[in-house]
């Protein structure tokens, strides 16, 4: 069946949800792309989101395979324009017009009212991805993975992309069925 | 962010580089430079360019195109290309930014996937990737973490923050929702006060 219809709806409908960030439309990406759609399973949407975070550039480059498994090239081109365009448009027009609002007092409001809203979709993308990865019988191992990271995230100036690639040796070392 | 403000005030206005000879092409190179080698985080690598190396933007316009990039749907990243783009050369200047930015993330992710699909089930690889989604939430915890540092300010923002979480993760309301229920709400909190003009009607 042809998915590239589905595939440009979808994830133009999820682009407009990215306030904040990419784990902000999280929630509703696994609805879609898992439950609705069926284009990849749960843990695969996990693992392609995590890899992701190792790519350089926007970090939510793993959508490319997502359109990839569902629609070939195509659907990886489509997906992209889909997820970029819309909010690029939006952008755009907001770059144009925002000199002029300097002197709308609502614009600060909209900002300080959308910082801790977009905070909390990421937070809550986060637990959406959280439930998924410490499922199962090594919850306290990836949990312990994850309470690590954040805190010498906190504690140290260090390039998150290399704790990413420290998880995977660890996991190495320690999922591998014996 | 007072630090950044005081410091572009001690420098000169005359620092404001020559912006209008750059080129198209320049623009897309030095975005695709930042999409190829920006590892873990774009936002210190858009600074490292744009603003340190190139000058093409100055440390306050930076963070005033990085808030604005927050509030608005798409991401960081992309916005700020985007917003720079357009204030270097217009539409095109946009165009060029946007696609630089993407284009080496968008392959890797392309060929990433695709041996994924073909080798993502065999043990060592399910076990690596085990690992590698766990730090993630470690790194997404500590994004949120350092975000509320930086822009929550008072309790009643915590209260917003909570409530979106709920109304996501236990309610099931949705993020479109969400976004517009809890984002109405904190906005009218944030309602504009007129604390600088004195004697105005409320």
């Not at chain 2, 306050?60 to 917003?83: C, D, H, R, W, Y």
């Amino acid at each position: 069946m042809n998915q590239i219809p589905a595939l440009a709806r979808v994830f133009a409908y999820l682009s407009l949800l990215t306030v904040g960030g990419g784990m902000a439309a999280f929630p509703e990406m696994k609805e879609l792309t898992v439950e609705v759609h069926k284009w990849l399973t749960f843990p695969q949407l996990i693992h392609l989101y995590s890899v992701g975070q190792m790519a350089p550039g926007p970090n939510m480059m793993m959508i490319v395979s997502i359109g990839e498994w569902a629609g070939g090239m195509l659907g990886a081109i489509v997906v992209l324009l889909a997820f970029f365009g819309p909010t690029a448009l939006l952008a755009f027009i907001v770059a144009r017009g925002w000199k002029k609002l300097e002197k709308w007092p609502w614009r600060t409001s909209i900002q300080q009212g959308l910082a801790p809203v977009s905070i909390g979709l990421l937070l809550a993308g986060c637990f959406t991805m959280a439930k998924g990865v410490m499922s199962g019988p090594t919850h306290l191992e990836t949990g312990a993975i994850a309470v690590g990271v954040l805190l010498i995230l906190l504690k140290y100036k260090i390039n998150p992309a290399l704790l990413v690639l420290a998880g995977a040796v660890i996991g190495v070392l320690s999922f591998m069925p014996k | 962010m007072n630090d950044n403000a005081a410091k572009t005030a001690l420098q000169t206005a005359g620092a404001a580089p020559a912006i209008a000879d750059v080129s198209i092409g320049q623009i897309f190179l030095e975005f695709l430079i930042i999409g190829a080698t920006s590892f873990g985080g774009v936002v210190p690598y858009l600074r490292g360019s744009l603003v340190t190396k190139r000058h093409w933007v100055d440390d306050k316009e930076f963070v005033e195109m990085l808030s604005i990039s927050q509030s608005l749907p798409g991401l960081n990243a992309t916005n700020m290309a985007i917003l720079v783009g357009e204030k270097l050369r217009g539409a095109l200047g946009s165009l060029v930014a946007i696609i630089g930015i993407c284009l080496p993330g968008a392959v890797l992710m392309y060929i990433v996937g695709h041996f994924y699909r073909i080798h993502g089930d065999h043990v060592w690889i399910t076990a690596a990737l085990k690992g590698v989604a766990a730090a993630a939430v470690g790194l997404i915890l500590s994004t949120v973490v350092g975000l509320s540092e930086k822009s929550l300010a008072g309790k009643f923002d915590f209260v917003f923050m909570a409530l979106t979480v709920l109304a996501v993760n236990r309610l099931h309301l949705g993020v479109p929702r969400t976004l517009i229920g809890v984002g109405i709400l904190a906005i009218l909190f944030h309602y504009p006060r007129k604390e600088k003009k004195e004697g105005a009607a409320q």
